[in-house]
Every structure is written in structure tokens, then in C-alpha cells.
């Protein structure tokens, strides 16, 4: 029995990374339309914005997904809160974001389908998550069917508009409503020089705030930034701002060994227990 749940723990298939080509284009759709809208060249403009426009099109799709996926019943339970990333914003589809990924290796590794409550909006400020996500969290986690597993990831969209402050309070505010197993993402890197700083002082504050309450706190930063160019070329959408498929499982690496964990607490392996390999 052990050996399966071994198996299952290395048996998720290595999704394959995107092309360096594909990652130039974006980076220089990315770069070029600051310029071209200064400079009035609209079509340049229109043509280095349509990858963006592609993700605002993908985001009513996304939350339909995982209100339809929250039906599907399950004797584990998963609360996620968060931005984009959560809902899969990026991917080849939602059920590849870092939160369906982590939901795909639960159940290959009890054995059986979850329940998935994914509370996560599309450019969701920490405040914003406050706001609209932890009064339905709340609701959630009042209920008969509480959930085992909590994580939380938001914050890479307070950057633009960075305010430390305001960030520690949302940051504190969100986490006080959520159970002492919750897991706490950090900012992943941006690789960009002008924002690394922000980033950096961001995962300080959530350092802070989920160190004071116990929380468990996963370490995106290092995971990112350590993917280098290979990962800048190969593990981002077209947009050059939300991972893709590969870059949301490296995101899903990083989260593994803490809801893994997290699993072993609240489903302890016993010495009697089979499941079919596959998981499903």
C-alpha cells in the first residue's frame, strides 16, 4: 500500500513546456504596446494588446468551470482564495491552474474524486479578496462540510499599485478568517527588474503576518525565480504575465510537500488500504 501511494505521489505526467518562440512573441507584444500607444501606432497597438484580450475572454469560462467542478462531490474537501491563477486564467484550460493541478494529485493520492470550492477572482486585489472572497470563505468554513484543505494567493496584483500598508492589512484581515492549516502562497517572481523590489517587500509582509499566526507558507518566489530564462521563454501565456500549463505546475510543485502534508494529517495512510492505480 505503500508503494502505491508512492507511485502516485511521482506518477503526475510532466506537462510539456511552451515554446521559447511563442515566449519572445510574448515578451515583445508585452514591450511594444507601452510604446506603440505613446506613439500613436494603432495598429502595433492592437496587435501587442490582443494577448491580453484573449485572458479578459477566458475569465467568464474559468468561473463557470469551477462552479460546475464545485458540484462534484467528494469526502475531502479544498477551499481556495485567491486571483487569476487560481481560477486558471493562462492555461490550456482551468483545470490547469495551480489549484486544479493540486486537486488532480489529491485525488490520485486518496483514491477517490474531492469536493473543490474555488472562491479565486480574476484581478483580485488583497483587498478585494477581503472584500468578496472572505465572507463566502466564512460561510464556507461555518458549514457542515468544513473544509480539509485551505490555501491562499493573492497579492501579485496590489503590485501595480503598491501601497505596503494597505497590503498588510488586507493581507492580516484575510488570514485571520481562515483555520491554522491554511496554506499561504507567496508572490511568485516577475523577473522584472522594477518590480522585484515590490515583490520582495510583499513576501516580507506575508512572511510576517503568516509567521505570527502559524501559518504554513510556500515558497512561489524561489520556485519562479529559480526557473531562470528557461522558464521566462517557456512557462508563461501569451500575455507574458500568467504562467501556462508547465509554469502552473511548477506553481503546483512548490505547494505539494505542504498539502501533502496536509493530507497525511487529516488522512492518515493505513497499513490496510488499497486503491486502484490511477487514482480515479
Known amino acids: 500500500t505503500r508503494h502505491f501511494y508512492s507511485y502516485c505521489r511521482y506518477a503526475v505526467p510532466v506537462i510539456p513546456a511552451g515554446s521559447p518562440c511563442d ?15 505613446r506613439f500613436g501606432w494603432k495598429r502595433t497597438a492592437k496587435w501587442a494588446i490582443r494577448p491580453a484580450q484573449n485572458m479578459v475572454r477566458m475569465q467568464p469560462i474559468a468561473a463557470q468551470w469551477w462552479r460546475e467542478r464545485a458540484a462534484q462531490p467528494g469526502d475531502f474537501h ?24 493540486l486537486a488532480e494529485r489529491i485525488e490520485q493520492r486518496i ?49 501595480a499599485s503598491w501601497d505596503p500598508v494597505a497590503y498588510h492589512r488586507s ?25 522585484e523590489p515590490k515583490v520582495r517587500e ?13 501559518l504554513g507558507i510556500v515558497p512561489l518566489y524561489a520556485a519562479t525565480r529559480s526557473r531562470g530564462i528557461t522558464g521566462i521563454l517557456t512557462e508563461f501565456a501569451e500575455d507574458a504575465f500568467h504562467p501556462n500549463d508547465r ?3 511548477v506553481w503546483a510543485d512548490a505547494f505539494w510537500p505542504h ?20 487514482g480515479r
Open 78 to 101: 479544498y477551499l481556495a482564495l485567491g486571483d487569476s491563477t487560481g481560477q486558471g486564467i493562462g492555461a490550456s484550460s482551468p483545470g490547469r491552474s495551480y489549484v486544479g493541478q
Open 23 to 37: 515566449g519572445l512573441r510574448a515578451i515583445a507584444a508585452f514591450s511594444a504596446y507601452p510604446v506603440a500607444k
Open 247 to 249: 509554469g502552473y505546475q
Open 202 to 214: 510583499a513576501n516580507r509582509i506575508l512572511h510576517r503576518v503568516a509567521d505570527a499566526r502559524g
Open 111 to 159: 483514491g477517490s474524486p474531492i469536493r473543490v470550492t474555488n472562491l479565486c477572482v480574476t484581478g483580485s486585489t488583497s483587498a478585494a479578496c477581503a472584500r468578496e472572497q472572505v465572507p463566502p470563505a466564512r460561510r464556507v468554513l461555518a458549514s457542515g462540510d468544513a473544509p480539509d484543505l485551505v490555501t491562499i494567493d493573492v497579492g501579485a496584483n496590489d503590485i
Open 259 to 278: 498539502v501533502e502534508a496536509r493530507i497525511a494529517a487529516v488522512r492518515p495512510i493505513r497499513p490496510t488500504e488499497t486503491a486502484p492505480i490511477g
Open 171 to 195: 493581507l492580516s484581515t484575510i488570514v485571520d478568517a481562515l483555520p491554522d492549516h491554511t496554506l499561504v502562497g507567496e508572490l511568485p517572481s516577475f523577473h522584472l527588474p522594477w518590480n
